[in-house]
Structure formats: structure tokens, C-alpha cells
């Protein structure tokens, strides 16, 4: 266990599930934050790919450890945006990491789609690029000059 | 200086480059296609594309950490602090191989005829010492040699050669936007970007997987690095790296003899060259200038005008996202830009403000994106009982236009050096300051409402106009400015130092004036056009040697 993962004991997690289920909560047929995972095995994931978040996770946390969850993170967003920003990158990086949850939004990950060449293309489909052809040049042109077209 | 210089270790080269990004790669392979012996000095390294995550799970999560934008935050050893504490804009660069086209968007923009006549045209700031017509020949080259896609014939441009690879697709949302353009009669036309959407010279085609902006995991990406760099490296250019210039060597002629560097051990070295080119961008450059001060020069090497540092333009940026009930695939697609719109470029003066912006239409990105107060706003922060709901609306089903605006030139927005802070090679780091005007504040609020019609008339039922902030500043213009008065000028028309004649600026910092234009297409091709000036005048060009 890196030292970054040590620092996360029982108490941490408690208190990052609490304020990690009031930013994702449950509903629409999707598991809240804690449910998918983000305060036990995602967060190790995050940590790992991002151990930079680890110091300021930790101090956010230790702050909010045996208050109102509720009022901490009102408290949190308004007084300290930069350490709610790594919380929330956190929360939400880690939720997003779960495969269920990807595909429970259909989303399948920055795909490689290659460009088919279209035939005509598509700036030429239904008129598209002929109306604007047909407006004319916009351009003022260099001083001196005419509009060449 | 002779194209044949001996070759060897200690070698005096004809040519030192400072900074292997856009304008020096430019530079460089010209230079050695002319049988030039170069030397370029770079402070970063080769990007490490395996770093580019784009495939995996983790790539939001991981692309903020390895291809951070904002130097202060990503603190690497390349970097240099860029004190930011008095200006409203951050300025954002990648310091290594490539430089700032590692990460750039690839939107590739020509500047409009009226951008180099705003004083003749407009009544404001300055006229470029040349017109569209005679930079039009090295766009066209520069567009072939970097690899371009896009399509010829854009109503606002003159008449000409395009880019030589057809475009990338519309995509669902291009094909939107510029139907509702049509039917309000405004301009639009096919994105032009430095991507390859075929295979050409070392690039692959592109695979939409829209992570320009956190390095190309496909080698599709027209960055220098990719593209011009080997080619250089292959005709014989020595590009040293983690090779951090400190100031520039002046003899007691006048002329600069090289350039003192740090290497990454922290040993000095001199390298010595015939004439010298700054490429550091239009922050680097007028540090290093202001840093190699002499007593004959003691405002700044080359500042007998006054102007190294001043007029610093950086874009102040806007984005305004619509949400469509159509799923429109936007986390795919170029990143990049599908369209562009240049229908509100041109000064108007009903509309309380001079000179204007272009739009180009992007994806949104992946669900870690949707959770961003930028583009979204804290208003409409997403998280509590909303989430999924709110997820569900954005995620696949929005479109942004991101908007270039073109600030003017203003002495008191400016680089200085830091007094206190310095890079970890002891040299004095650099400091903006810059606030935006009351012109930029109203243009940029004329061009997010008219983008918001944008979107509405392409069908989106809702918009957001993205809140401003400060880490928008891509593009770093202006600092050593170029025109043909000496005495309002830090370089001539063709680039070079008034006060120093065998030193150049290809970078950025020449623009007499900003345009509302992604820049690179045009610090490209003023630096081709510079170099092959060089070129050809280097019988009679007056060198240390
Ligand atoms: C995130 C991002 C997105 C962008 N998107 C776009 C876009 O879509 N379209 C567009 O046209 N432009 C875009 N840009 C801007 C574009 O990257 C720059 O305009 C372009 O790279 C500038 O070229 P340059 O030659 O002036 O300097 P740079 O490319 O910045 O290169 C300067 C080089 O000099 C080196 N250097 C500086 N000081 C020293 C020194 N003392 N010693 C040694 N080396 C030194 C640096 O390390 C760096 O590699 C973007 C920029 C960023 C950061
Ligand atoms: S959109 Fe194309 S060019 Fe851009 S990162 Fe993806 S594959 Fe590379």
C-alpha cells in the first residue's frame, strides 16, 4: 500500500461516503457515490492514478470528520473552492471509473471512429455549403483592393 | 555567413534557434532545406506520448495531471513561473519539443485582410507592415508543409489555394449549427484544423477521439514535434534539450555572438552562433530579451523603442454551450472544431465596440467534463438530488462555441521580469499584467449573445454562457512589436532586431495587433516568410563572424 493509500483509514472514508452520496446521490436507476464504490476501491484507483490529490484530499477530509455533512459541504464549497474542487474531481473521477457506471450512461469512452469519406460530402449534403457560397464574401478587403470574388 | 559552416563539436553554427516550438520548427527546417548549419536550444524535452490516455478509463482523470496547460500549475522542470498575481488572464504554454502545439486545439485560422489594416480600416492601434496578399503565399506553403484540413473557398477570405487535406465531418452538431446559420444568413464554413483527416507525410488520420487538447494519442495531430521537428533533426539540425537559455551573449560590436544556457545538471554552457533567432513565445522572448540587458543596452537588448515586454495580447475567451434533446455524439469528434463562424469578425460601429471574434464549434467532452464549473457555471453546479438527471441533459447532448476575441495592443499590458521569484535555474522568472479593457468586456458580451441565437437556432433549448475565467490564455502576442519606425518598433518587417541586426523574433511577440484569431496559422507563416528573407539576404547580412 503506497503511503498516499495509508493515509485513507476508516474514518477518512466515513466521512468522504457522507459528503460523496450528498454530491451523487442515488436515483434514476443509478447507484449513489458510496454504492459504486468511490470512498473504498475507487478512491485507491484515483489516488494511484493521481496521487497529487492525496495531501489536499486528506486536509478537506479532516475537516469535515465529526460534523454535519450537509453543513460542512455548504461550508466547504463557499469558503475553500479550490479543496471542494479536489473533492468533488474525486468523487466524481472515481464514479466515473466504474465500469457499470459507464455503461449505465452509455458512455463508452473516447472511441476511435474514423473518418469514412462521404460521397458528396457532408458540407455539400441538402445545400448546405451552397447557401453560404451563394451569400457572398463577408471579408473587407485590403485597402486598395477589390474582393476578388 | 556561409550555409557550410564547419561542423563538429565545438562548431560556431550559422544559426542558433532559442526554443524548438511553432516559430522555431518553422525556422529550423527551412534553414537546414537551405543548407544551413543550425543549433536550437530548447528548455523542455520530447513529449512523452505514452502519457496521451485518450483509449483508457482514466483519461479525464489523468489528462490534467500529464498535460496540464498553465505552467505555475504543472511545475515540470522546463518550466518557468509566470507570475500572474496582477493580470486577469493566466498564460498558458507547453515548454518542451513543439512547444505550445503539443496541446493546442489544432483550430487553424488564417488572419482576415482587415487584421492587418486595423489602423487604415478601423482608425486603431497599428497597421501590420504587409497586407493578406503578401503573406497569402506562405499560409498556402506553411498549410502543406505542417498538414492542414479544411476546404478552400471560405467566403471570408479572398480567393486562393486551401489547405491540402479535405476537412474533418460536420459531425451531427456541425451539420446543425450551419443549418441554422443559413437560415439566419449568417457565415459559417467547415472547420479548418492542423489535423490529418488521411494519412499524410508522418501523420496518421485522425480517429476523433476529440483529446487534441491533452496531446494526440494517434499521431494524428499536426503538432511540430510530429511533423517538422524530425524532418530538421533528419537534414542535420542539432536540437539540444533541457537546455534552458539564460540571456544572450552581446559583443562589443553590437552584435549578439550566442547564448549563455543551463543545462538540466545545472552546468552553464556558450553556444556560439553567426545569427540568432528567438522563438520562446511572446512571454519567453521578451524575458530573455529584458534578461540579456548590457550596458549599452540597459532597458533590454533591442528596447531602444521601449516596447520589449509591452503590449502583451493574450485572447480574452468565451464559451457558450447549447443542450438539444438529440443525442449528438459530442464527446467525439475533432477537437478541432467542426465549423467556424467569422459572421461577427468585422468592426462594426453600432454595435459600441472596434474589431470582433471568431467562433469555433466544439464536443463538450466525456462525463467528468459535464461536472466542471467550466463551461457550466456554479450556478448550475450539478451536484445533489439533480445529478443524474443534469448528467443525462449534457453528456452527448451539447455543443459549445468557444470565442477568440481580439484584444488591442496596450503598453501598460506587459511582461516584466519578477524581482523576487525565479525559475529552478536561478534566472529571474516573468510577470504579466494585464487587464482586460472596457472594448474586449463589451465585444465579448456582444458575441456570447449572438452565439446563444446561435444555438437556439439550431434547436438548443437551453444555454449556458460560461462564466469568465482567468486560465484562457493560449495565446501570447505582441511583445516585440514589428513595424517600419524604428522608433516605434522592437523589430522590422521581415523580423529583425532594429537595435541588433543579426538577432530575429519568429515567435508570436512581433503582432502589431492581436486579430481575434487562433494565432498559430500566422506566427507560422510570418516566420517562414521571415526566415526566407533571411535566406536570401544572408551574402549581405552583417554577422558576428
Ligand atoms: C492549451 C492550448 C491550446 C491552444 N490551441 C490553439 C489552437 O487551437 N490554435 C492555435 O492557432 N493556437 C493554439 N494555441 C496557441 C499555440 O500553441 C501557440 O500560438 C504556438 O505554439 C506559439 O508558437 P511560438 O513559436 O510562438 O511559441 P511556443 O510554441 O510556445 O514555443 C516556445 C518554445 O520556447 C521554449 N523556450 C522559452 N524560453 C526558453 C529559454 N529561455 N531557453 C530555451 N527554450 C525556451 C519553450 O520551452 C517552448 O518550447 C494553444 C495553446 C495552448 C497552450
Ligand atoms: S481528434 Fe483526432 S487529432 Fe485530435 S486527438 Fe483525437 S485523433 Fe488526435
Known amino acids: ?149 | 555567413m556561409s550555409p557550410t559552416a564547419e561542423k563538429g563539436p565545438d562548431r560556431i553554427p550559422d544559426v542558433l534557434i532559442v526554443g524548438a516550438g511553432a516559430s522555431g520548427a518553422v525556422a529550423a527546417k527551412r534553414l537546414a532545406e537551405g543548407g544551413f548549419d543550425v543549433v536550437c536550444l530548447e528548455q523542455g524535452g520530447w513529449p512523452d506520448y505514452k502519457k496521451a490516455r485518450a483509449p483508457f478509463p482514466d483519461y479525464e482523470l489523468t489528462s490534467g495531471r500529464d498535460w496540464a496547460w498553465d505552467p505555475n500549475a504543472r511545475q515540470v522542470p522546463a518550466d518557468y513561473p509566470v507570475d500572474d498575481s496582477e493580470s486577469d488572464i493566466t498564460a498558458l504554454m507547453w515548454n518542451g519539443v513543439g512547444g505550445g502545439t503539443v496541446v493546442f486545439a489544432a483550430q487553424w485560422q488564417r488572419n482576415m485582410p482587415s487584421d492587418f489594416q486595423v489602423r487604415s480600416l478601423d482608425g486603431i492601434a497599428d497597421d501590420w507592415p504587409f497586407t493578406y496578399e503578401d503573406l497569402e503565399p506562405y499560409y498556402v506553403r506553411v498549410e502543406r508543409d505542417w498538414g492542414v484540413s479544411g476546404l478552400a473557398g471560405d467566403t471570408a477570405f479572398p480567393g486562393g489555394d486551401g489547405p491540402p487535406m479535405p476537412p474533418v465531418p460536420l459531425g451531427r452538431m456541425g451539420r446543425r449549427v450551419a443549418k441554422a446559420h443559413n437560415d439566419l444568413g449568417w457565415h459559417w464554413w467547415p472547420g479548418p484544423n492542423a489535423i490529418a483527416t488521411q494519412r499524410y507525410g508522418r501523420l496518421n488520420p485522425c480517429t476523433q477521439r476529440a483529446t487534441c487538447l491533452w496531446g494526440c494519442s494517434e499521431g494524428a495531430k499536426a503538432s511540430v514535434d510530429r511533423t517538422y521537428w524530425p524532418v530538421a533533426v533528419e537534414r542535420g539540425v542539432t536540437l539540444l534539450t533541457g537546455a534552458r537559455v539564460k540571456r544572450l551573449i552581446v559583443g562589443s560590436d553590437g552584435l549578439v555572438t550566442g547564448a549563455l544556457y543551463v543545462d538540466r545538471d545545472g552546468n552553464e554552457h556558450v553556444q556560439q552562433a553567426a545569427v540568432t533567432i528567438l522563438a520562446c513565445n511572446g512571454i519567453g522572448t521578451p524575458r530573455l530579451l529584458l534578461l540579456s540587458a548590457t550596458s549599452a543596452q540597459p532597458h533590454g537588448l533591442g528596447n531602444s523603442s521601449g516596447l520589449v515586454g509591452k503590449r502583451l495580447m493574450m485572447h480574452p475567451f468565451g464559451t457558450v454551450v447549447g443542450l438539444f434533446d438529440d443525442d449528438l455524439d459530442s464527446w467525439q469528434g475533432a477537437w478541432g472544431q467542426h465549423i467556424h463562424s467569422l459572421e461577427f469578425y468585422e468592426t462594426d460601429p453600432s454595435r459600441g465596440f472596434v474589431r470582433g471574434a471568431k467562433w469555433g464549434l466544439q464536443p463538450t467532452g466525456g462525463p467528468l467534463s459535464m461536472t466542471h464549473s467550466y463551461p457550466w457555471g456554479e450556478e448550475n453546479a450539478i451536484w445533489g438530488p439533480a445529478f443524474h438527471q443534469q448528467l443525462r441533459k449534457r453528456l452527448g447532448r451539447s455543443a459549445m462555441w468557444g470565442i477568440i476575441a481580439e484584444d488591442l495592443p496596450e503598453e501598460s499590458n506587459r511582461v516584466v521580469l519578477d524581482p523576487v521569484k525565479k525559475d529552478d535555474s536561478g534566472i529571474p522568472a516573468a510577470r504579466i499584467q494585464y487587464r482586460m479593457s472596457e472594448n474586449s468586456r463589451r465585444l465579448m458580451a456582444f458575441h456570447q449573445e449572438r452565439a446563444k441565437e446561435s444555438l437556439e437556432a439550431a434547436g438548443a433549448y437551453e444555454t449556458v454562457i460560461a462564466p469568465f475565467i482567468r486560465a484562457t490564455g493560449w495565446h501570447l502576442l505582441g511583445t516585440a512589436m514589428m513595424g517600419s519606425d524604428p522608433s516605434r518598433s522592437v523589430v522590422d518587417p521581415w523580423g529583425r532586431v532594429y537595435d541588433v541586426p543579426n538577432l530575429y523574433i519568429f515567435d508570436g511577440s512581433t503582432w502589431p495587433t492581436s486579430a481575434g484569431m487562433n494565432p498559430t496559422a500566422t506566427i507560422a507563416a510570418v516566420a517562414l516568410r521571415g526566415v526566407d528573407h533571411l535566406i536570401a539576404e544572408r551574402r549581405d547580412a552583417r554577422t558576428s563572424s
Open chain 1, 1 to 149: 500500500m503506497t503511503s498516499a493509500l495509508a493515509r485513507f483509514d476508516p474514518g477518512r472514508r466515513a466521512a468522504l461516503e457522507a459528503v460523496a452520496n450528498l454530491l451523487i446521490p442515488s436515483g434514476d436507476g443509478m447507484p449513489s457515490a458510496s454504492e459504486a464504490g468511490v470512498a473504498g476501491r475507487w478512491l485507491d484507483e484515483v489516488l494511484r492514478l493521481r496521487p497529487d490529490f492525496g495531501p489536499p484530499l486528506a486536509a478537506v477530509l479532516d475537516g469535515l470528520i465529526g460534523t454535519d455533512p450537509e453543513v460542512a459541504l455548504a461550508r466547504l464549497r463557499s469558503t475553500d473552492p479550490a479543496g471542494f474542487g479536489v473533492l468533488a474531481e474525486v468523487v466524481a473521477g472515481g464514479y466515473f471509473l466504474n465500469p457499470k457506471v459507464r455503461s449505465a450512461i452509455n458512455y463508452p469512452g473516447q472511441q476511435s471512429v474514423a473518418i469514412v469519406p462521404e460521397q458528396p460530402p457532408d458540407y455539400e449534403q441538402d445545400g448546405l455549403i451552397a447557401s453560404v457560397i451563394a451569400r457572398g464574401p463577408i471579408y473587407r478587403p485590403t485597402p486598395g483592393r477589390k474582393r476578388d470574388r
